[in-house]
């Protein structure tokens, strides 16, 4: 499995020839670093619920017109991916799919409180290796997975509960996501000074992603 970052919480992962893309929201394209066809042709999109942070209709299109792509997402994206005429399946918590070439599995995983109304959020276990959880730390019916997309920062995000969910998994790799709204400087020091030296304690390897830089499993 080859896993590559594309800013904030979109992810590549590669596995058996076939791409699978989760979370490719609006944060990734906003700034112009990187566009759709810098990605490519992908085979499945997981979306783990609605915020513009991991949904964007414009991006979704692109990919789409590049390749019959497999969008898969949650019932309450149903509304709006049928509004954009985005053709989706949905999955449901505990539910396993075959589909485009990956095994998928979705899990309950309640979106961290906000000062609002909070989207319903999955988690998802791909390959049975990597678990991309959307923006929560409590992915309920599963103990562990061999690498985490840990998500480290955000308006309902404190590190150290990032911290404390990643050892509670035991993953072999964490690879920090949600992290788009930080300074480059600031998530250096906090890579290396905070996150880094625990994970090293606890015998996890972690492993920060930028432009260009991939992980094979």
Known sequence: ???????????LIEDGGKRLLADPGMFSFI?????????????????????????????????CKMKATKIIANQELSDLLEKEGLKYETIKENENKEIGGF?????????????????????FLVNKKMLVPGDSFSVRDLKSAEVLALPVAGPWARLSDAIDFALQMKP????PVHDGTVKEFFLDRMYKNFCAPVFEK???????LGLGEFLGV
């Open 103 to 123: 095994t998928i599995q979705a899990f309950e995983a309640p979106h961290e409180k906000l000062p609002l109304e909070v989207p319903h959020n999955l988690a």
């Open 202 to 208: 606890n015998n996890i390897i972690f492993k920060p």
């Open 31 to 63: 700034e112009k670093k990187i566009s759709p066809k810098d990605i490519g042709p992908v085979d499945v999109i997981l979306l783990t619920h609605k915020h513009a942070d991991h949904y964007y209709p414009e991006a979704l299109k692109e990919f």
């Open 172 to 175: 072999k790799i964490v690879i």
């Open 1 to 11: 499995m080859k896993i590559e970052k594309f800013i904030h919480s979109c992810l």
